[in-house]
Each structure stands twice: as C-alpha cells, then as structure tokens.
C-alpha cells in the first residue's frame, strides 16, 4: 500500500486560498490515480477531484473554476490549489491513491490521515 501524507491545511476566510499536498511514499509514476475527497461533519465523503496518469483530470462541479488538481512525479507529490475558498469548503480533506482507479471505484484506495481545511464568513 502507498502512504500517503497531506500537509497544507489551515483556517481561512471567505475568498481566500489553500494549497493541500500530498507525498507518496513510492513513485508516484506507478500509480494510475490520485485524488482528493472530503468529508464534512455529518455528511458523507465527496470526491473533489483527481488526475490520472494519462493526464486526464477530474473535479467535482462545486469546485470547477475554483480548484486546481495537478501532481508531480518527480516529486512524488499530489497537489490542491484552492481558490475562493466558501464556508462549505470546510471539512477534513484526504488523498487517496488506486493502482487503476481511485475515483470512479474507491473501494481499493489507500488513504492519508486528512488535513483540515476550515473556511469562515
């Protein structure tokens, strides 16, 4: 299994940024599918978004113009570039990494610990 550690969290107001991270304990060039989720208190946990291997990206609709998903192999990092952040935006935020896929089929993930991501009005 990948370990996988987000860093980058933190509490900020309406419209500001966050930029999460993600460092993959292995190459993250044999991995297929990377990607972010998050879960709120009470809810359940929603994708946010990933990138596959192929380049190939997804986002969820709430946070399409908003979010950027992007990784770096070289440093076998995920990135998540949010902007204009809404007090719905808080929650715990986690990254997660499949073989083959991690966003259609999330059953085989393996996860990181979260980060939390708290946004104020």
């Known amino acids: 299994a990948v370990q996988l550690v987000e860093s980058g969290g933190g509490s900020v107001q309406t419209g500001g940024s966050l930029k999460l991270s993600c460092a993959a304990s292995?190459?993250?060039?044999?991995?297929?599918?990377m990607g972010w989720f998050r879960q709120a208190p009470g809810s359940e946990r929603e994708g946010v978004g990933a990138?596959?291997?192929?380049?190939?990206?997804y986002l969820a609709n709430s946070v399409k113009g908003r979010f950027t998903i992007s990784r770096d192999n070289y440093k076998n990092t995920l990135y998540l570039l949010m902007n204009n952040l809404k007090p719905e935006d808080s929650g715990m935020y986690y990254c997660?990494?499949?073989?083959?896929?991690?966003?259609?089929?999330?059953?085989?993930?393996?996860w990181g610990q979260g980060t939390q991501v708290t946004v104020s009005s």
């Open positions: 997660a990494a499949g073989s083959h896929d991690c966003w259609f089929d999330t059953h085989s993930n393996d």
């Open positions: 990138v596959f291997a192929g380049g190939h990206k």
């Open positions: 292995e190459n993250t060039a044999k991995t297929n599918c």
